[in-house]
């Protein structure tokens, strides 16, 4: 998920597409946010682990 918005970001930019740049945003904040409960231990959406 992050990588897929680091992608789209890097689309928006080029394209001057906003938004691609507002989704590319979204899907890093929320990849980000599931990598870290995941590291933690919680479990997102049935799964133990987020990666």
Do not use: D
């Not at 680091?6 to 001057?16: M, N, R, S």
């Amino acid at each position: 998920m992050i990588a897929l918005g680091v992608i789209l970001l890097i689309i928006g930019f080029i394209t001057g597409i906003a938004i691609l740049w507002t989704i590319g945003i979204i899907l890093v904040v929320i990849g980000a946010v599931f990598w870290i409960l995941g590291s933690m231990g919680h479990a997102i959406a049935g799964r133990r682990h987020y990666w």
